[in-house]
């Protein structure tokens, strides 16, 4: 037997003392760093749109898994903690409209895994769990879920297989996506994008594309959730961002990454939430540093070159948006998905506050047309 083979027979006999977990890991990490790197090397630009943390890295690393945690559970941060509270509820809704069968699961980015664990629950429920695959850019983060997804289900070690890889990357995509068929063969797979996570991304129609391609099969399905909007006005897109801007929790998540790859002196009055219209298709809100010291500040970046930092110009921490109806039906079309399944839970509403919400859709490959069921802001 070869020696790579040796090694893997002993996995199942390691993994009977529960402290020890798995994790394949698909790409150079230190390849990661080179990129975290160059978004801090961009231009000056006081609007916003110089340096940046792209996606990934907001949440990679210890310290971003643990004050996302956190950031989760913030009574002033109410977006993710109802949007994982009410997510049983939403999901019971749609899993009538699985294929028959047992089915596996890939949750793309699962965060804290609370919402992995009630879905795992109904259909270990109903004898009809398959592989659990989380698939994470933060190796913590996958530690954290697991162990969260997991409690109090039998499933057994050798059907989970937590994998550390960015999805936002195409032959990342084609390498997840030979695993996958290798591992479950032509059965069924849910796949999930949950707590509006393609709203992070600055080409979001191009990765819920790039991930229709590259993963669905007319067997699979796609579960996705995103923050919605009935109003598209500039009150709105302030108001959006004013549910960023209230959260401590959210403020220590979104600046833990400068924290670690820059020597900046964090000071929480230069963090930024700003609202904007992104034509009829959304609202945008970006999460903001600025340099408000009056003087020019040099940064020290992990490969321990400095890049300067001049008055008033920004980093981008984060991106985040609230689509409308229009905006979230023209992306289905466009990555060529159909919804098959729909829920919308309104968020709190009041006479100065447009309606929010979150929309959970069940998706299947083909072309996408419009979602069954009522529309939620008719
Ligand atoms: C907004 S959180 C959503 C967490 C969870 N799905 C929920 O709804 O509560 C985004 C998750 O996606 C992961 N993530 C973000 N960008 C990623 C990327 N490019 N590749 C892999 N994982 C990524 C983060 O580490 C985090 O776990």
Redesign the pocket.
Known sequence: MAERDRAVHRIPEILRDAGWTVCLVGEEQSGKLAQVTAGLRRGPDPAGSGKLI???F???GLES?VA?AHA?NDLYYPV?RE??AS?SRRWRGLSERLPDGPLHYV??????G???QALLRSLDSRGRCGCYLP????AE?LRL?QREALQHLHVPAADVLPVQ?????PANLDRLGTLIRSTVGDEPVVY??????LA??DSDTQLLTLLAEKLLRPQDRFLL?VASTAGQDEVAARAAAQEYENSPRFREFVTSALLQYTDLQIDMNSLTCEGLVEGDRALLVKVIYRNRTGAELELTLPDRSTVPFPDQDTIRLLLSRKYTRAGLEKMLVDARVTAVGETHEAGHTSFDRPAFGMTLLLLAKGDGVRPDGPNPFD
Do not use: H, R
């Open positions: 792209t996606s990934g907001s949440y990679w898994t996302w989760c993710m949007s994982i997510f949750s793309l980015g699962p965060g804290t609370q919402k992995d698939v994470d850019v933060s983060m879920a890889l960015d999805f936002s990357m999930s994008l949950l707590g509006n996570t992070n991304f959730e």
